[in-house]
């Protein structure tokens, strides 16, 4: 999706557990059509937890027959981002020359390394019924010696994603390791991603392993160290502590994070680097038309003029 600032997301009570660091409250941002998201980061007091610097929280929106998401080409350097959608369905095309239907549950890793430029639109068949969409989309930052690679698409669908059940849970591994599966996906740089459902008054873990991790509440109410928190929020943990989480009503959340880059980004609309000029040259790149273009598409989002 595209990307422009706006006022940070809001503070959450401190108060919790030793280990809980930051409770960020996001910000809802309408992108236009009545088309809102749920902005967690960037945040003021936290650019990003691991690789994760950007995540959005989309819907749920009812789309009526006829109507849909119109997301037009637009470009991205510097970072990989990940769709996932628990409702609906959307396709992606990107300069790549990759088409590809997202559909809940599957896992869709767009790496723009030295640049790509992507749509994101409403099927055909769904846009004719109508449909409700419902998901996240999250940008991860490259390591700085991975910053230009050559940008790649992944798209795993929901059956080829290892999961995990036990009385009262179910996990989805979408990147990286946890509860002792691994996902399919390549990483440049170590991270994890896990869609986790637990049903009311049972307990699941998060596991110290990570460097960097947190918790994103997507519905549900969930307890930690007798402190609880409503969805949606997300919740950033200091490194070491080994956390419980006990849901008090069924909970649906994203564990996620890994290891901390060597240090902080700059952002600008869709582009993401380590370097100011690299950015200004990605911002020339598109003015002037040099990125390459999305099959099939006939307009685009201009370069914003602040």
């Known amino acids: 999706m595209s ?12 108060k919790s557990c030793d280990a809980l660091e930051l409770v960020i409250v996001p910000r809802v941002r309408d992108l236009g059509d009545g088309f809102a998201v749920r902005r967690a980061l960037p945040h003021g007091r936290r650019q ?11 819907g749920p929106i009812q789309f009526v027959s006829g109507k849909g998401m119109d997301v ?5 350097i510097g970072l990989a981002t990940v769709t996932y959608l628990f409702d609906g369905s959307i396709m992606h095309r990107d300069s790549e020359g990759h088409i590809q239907e997202i559909q809940p549950g599957a896992m869709n890793l767009m790496t723009a390394g030295s640049g790509i430029a992507h749509s994101e639109r409403t099927p055909d068949a769904q846009r004719a019924r109508g449909q409700t969409m419902l998901g996240l989309q999250s940008w991860i930052a490259l390591p700085k010696g991975k910053e230009e690679i050559a940008p790649t698409f ?3 669908g929901a059956d080829s994603l290892p999961t995990v059940q036990d009385k009262g849970l179910r996990a989805r591994i979408i990147a990286g390791s946890s509860f002792g599966a ?3 996906v390549e990483m440049v740089s ?3 991603y896990v869609e986790v459902a637990l049903e009311a008054g049972m307990s699941v873990p998060l596991d110290a392993d990570h460097e960097e991790r947190a918790i994103y509440l997507v519905d549900g109410e969930v307890e930690i160290a007798g402190d609880r928190h409503e969805a949606p929020q997300l919740l950033v943990f200091r490194p070491g502590d080994r956390i419980t989480v006990r849901a008090t009503q069924p909970a649906r959340m994203m564990f996620l994070g890994g290891d901390a880059l060597e240090g902080p980004r700059h952002i600008w609309w869709n582009f993401v680097s380590s370097s100011k000029e690299r950015i200004e040259q990605a911002k020339e790149d598109w003015k002037t038309g040099r990125f390459a273009p999305v099959p099939n598409e006939h307009e685009f989002i201009p370069l914003p003029e602040n």
């Open 3 to 14: 990307w422009l600032p706006s006022n940070d997301p809001a503070l959450g009570d401190p």
């Open 48 to 58: 990003m937890v691991g690789p994760f610097i950007f995540f959005d929280h989309f």
């Open 72 to 76: 037009r080409p637009h470009p991205h």
């Open 154 to 156: 992944q798209h795993y």
């Open 182 to 184: 691994t996902s399919p």
């Open 190 to 192: 170590p991270w994890f």
